[in-house]
């Protein structure tokens, strides 16, 4: 088949619903926006690990730490998930580590927010966590056939991270004035960062028409933010909190609440580096990798190890 | 050469663009190409699938379900892993 008759196959397959197989035919520029987003997203599972990472030592009880860690283990295995499956479109795991901590690779910005308190927890696994799973959910239409199955996997295994950061935040609104005033504190902090996380304005966000024609994205940010916004003003509501977006208001005609302003200032000053702890999240995970080098370094000379032990027999 | 001798082959089919390759069962071959081939002739002849993958049996390193109370042990215990693990009230428990 020449070029041509290739690029047809393929737009025809994108038209008609069919995935598209890591051995088929693609456009240069289709490949190269799966591996930027597709990485992005591993990124993302992996630094997100450190905020919460933060709270496992001091988890108020066993249960809770259980919880905890089990929670951030899901994450980690997320981004293997991920990574490879980012690999099945030819980048190697090594590349991807190295844009990540050349800061030429992005991640999710919120996970530049630091996790101060223990109602932090609560508010990232119901906010962020929830955020995360309404755009996967919506990923598990993508065309490219490898990331819409980790995207089905990664949902299943999602669904505990948020019932038990509700289920925290609902723990702490029933105790004293002071636990639901720390659940206040979080939702406050949490509810605008979690909004930034479906990405700019479609009027504004570069890389969106074109992924929306490869049906790479499914949804556009803005309606994935207001399903997140309607599903949320309940939850709020439930727990007896202050809805931190002073303009939220129900719209009959549209069928959807009415939002404020998102404070996009600090949405780009935090994409570009400039968050609270942009410095301080890359910095743990090059130490981390760094200090990880000699159990790979035995890995690898017991392997060899093993091989000439049986070349010798 | 004794036909016998040639190497097991595990044979996967998707049978459908999206789908996981699934396990159908496996075949002797000289090499891998043969395997290929010897699949397709066995394994799809009524259009079963849209990709065949062949691997060696040798290759496959594989778990037994005898030792399967240790080996999963560390995470049969955990039930908090699951969603249904926390009760909610009625009016949030669509999430
Ligand atoms: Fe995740
Ligand atoms: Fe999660």
Not at chain 1, 18 to 34: A, S, T
Not at chain 1, 155 to 180: A, P, V
Not at chain 2, 40 to 54: K, L, Q
Not at chain 2, 62 to 72: I, T, V
Request: aromatic share 10%.
């Amino acid at each position: 088949m020449t070029e041509d008759e290739l690029e047809q196959a393929f737009y025809r397959r994108i038209e008609n619903e069919e995935k598209i197989e890591p051995k088929d035919w693609m456009p240069e520029g289709y490949r190269q926006n799966l591996i930027r987003q597709i990485s992005q997203h591993a990124h993302s599972e992996v630094i997100g690990m450190q905020p919460e990472g933060n709270w496992i030592t001091r988890a108020p009880s066993l249960r809770r730490k259980a919880i905890l860690l089990a929670k951030v283990q899901d994450e980690g295995g997320h981004g293997l998930y991920l990574y490879s499956t980012a690999e099945t479109l030819g980048i190697s795991r090594a590349e991807m580590i190295e844009a990540l901590q050349s800061c030429k690779a992005k991640y999710a910005s919120i996970f530049n927010y630091p996790a101060q308190t223990w109602a932090d927890v609560g508010a990232i696994g119901w906010l962020v966590d929830g955020a995360a799973i309404v755009n996967q959910v919506s990923l598990q239409r993508t065309s490219y056939g490898p990331y819409s199955r980790s995207m089905i996997r990664i949902c299943k295994e999602e669904s505990f991270h948020q019932r038990q950061g509700y289920e925290l935040m609902l723990t702490l609104c029933r105790g004293t004035e002071e636990q639901k005033a720390m659940a206040q504190d979080a939702l406050n902090r949490f509810y605008w960062p979690a909004l930034m996380m479906f990405g700019p304005h479609d009027s504004e966000s570069a890389h969106s028409a074109k992924s929306m024609q490869w049906k790479i994205k499914r949804e556009s940010n803005d309606d994935l933010r207001q399903k997140f916004i309607d599903q949320t003003v309940p939850q709020i509501e439930f727990l007896g909190l202050e809805h931190p977006d002073k303009d939220i208001r129900w719209n009959e005609e549209r069928g959807h609440y009415d939002h404020g302003e998102i404070d996009w200032d600090e949405f780009y000053r935090v994409i570009s580096g400039n968050g609270p702890c942009n410095r301080q999240r890359i910095q743990h995970h090059i130490r981390v990798h760094e200090e990880g080098a000699w159990v790979r370094d035995a890995m690898s000379a017991y392997q060899q190890k093993k091989r000439q032990r049986a070349q010798a027999a | 050469m004794i036909k016998e001798h040639l190497d097991l082959y595990e044979v996967f089919i998707r049978g459908k663009r999206g789908l996981d390759h699934k396990h159908v069962g496996s075949l002797h071959a000289e090499d891998p190409e043969q395997a290929l081939e010897y699949a397709r002739d066995i394994y799809t002849r009524r259009g079963e699938g849209v990709s065949i993958w062949v691997v060696r049996s040798r290759d496959i390193t594989a778990s037994q379900e005898d030792d399967s109370e240790a080996f999963y042990d560390p995470s049969n215990d955990k039930p908090y892993r699951l969603a249904t693990y926390y009760r909610l009230p009625d009016e949030v428990n669509n999430m």
